[in-house]
């Protein structure tokens, strides 16, 4: 694959749309479309993104028994979906405040511990350069309502049992899938 250019097409709120122009080893012209948090990709270079976007929290109670994973509708699917707490990192902010932010925001639970960083990952790489790490830790309180209107989730603790169940019938985000799978089978 040899790049060509990128061209801007949409600037949105939150995401700006881009076709990435190239040549295939066949010397084909095509064109890749995607989405980027950055407003101002210019270039080959510039796709690659250098920060960190998004944070998503892997929440296990105090007894390590059940799992965090919020029902939440998604106009992307127009359906609710099974996923973890996750939200974008304010400017300025750490990934650390914004997990502790985002946990309470989504769930009204504290942030108890940290126990592991993931990682940095690609969020949708097969249309996004957006990217996320993951916080692994405990967590504990009472749930509350998203302190967000534009948000409708549900927070939950979830056995093993439990996921299973989940797993079959339900539509998952698919890191919380893939994570909930093998945490389930432990």
């Avoid at 950055?38 to 390590?64: F, Q, R, S, W």
Wanted: glycine share 6%.
């Amino acid at each position: 694959m040899k790049f060509e250019y990128l061209e801007k097409k949409e600037q949105g709120k939150f995401i700006t749309r881009y076709d990435l122009h190239y040549r295939t080893e066949d010397n084909q012209e095509k064109t890749y479309e995607i989405i980027s948090r950055n407003p101002d990709l210019k270039g080959y270079e510039d796709i690659h993104n250098k920060k960190v976007d998004a944070v998503v929290l892997i929440m296990h109670d105090e007894t390590g028994e059940k799992i965090l994973i919020n029902k939440e509708f998604r106009m992307a699917p127009g359906a609710w979906v099974y996923n973890f707490p996750a939200g974008l990192i304010d400017p300025g902010e750490e990934p650390k405040e914004s997990a502790r932010r985002e946990l309470k925001e989504e769930t009204g639970l504290d942030l108890i511990a940290i126990d592991d960083w993931i990682g940095e990952s690609y969020s949708a790489v097969g249309f996004s350069n957006e990217k996320n790490v993951c916080c692994v830790g405990r967590a504990g309180g009472s749930f509350a309502k998203s302190s967000s209107t534009l948000e409708e989730i549900e927070p939950g603790w979830y056995t093993k049992e439990q996921v299973r169940e989940l797993l079959k019938t339900e539509p998952f985000a698919a890191r919380t899938q893939a994570y909930c799978y093998l945490w389930s089978r432990q």
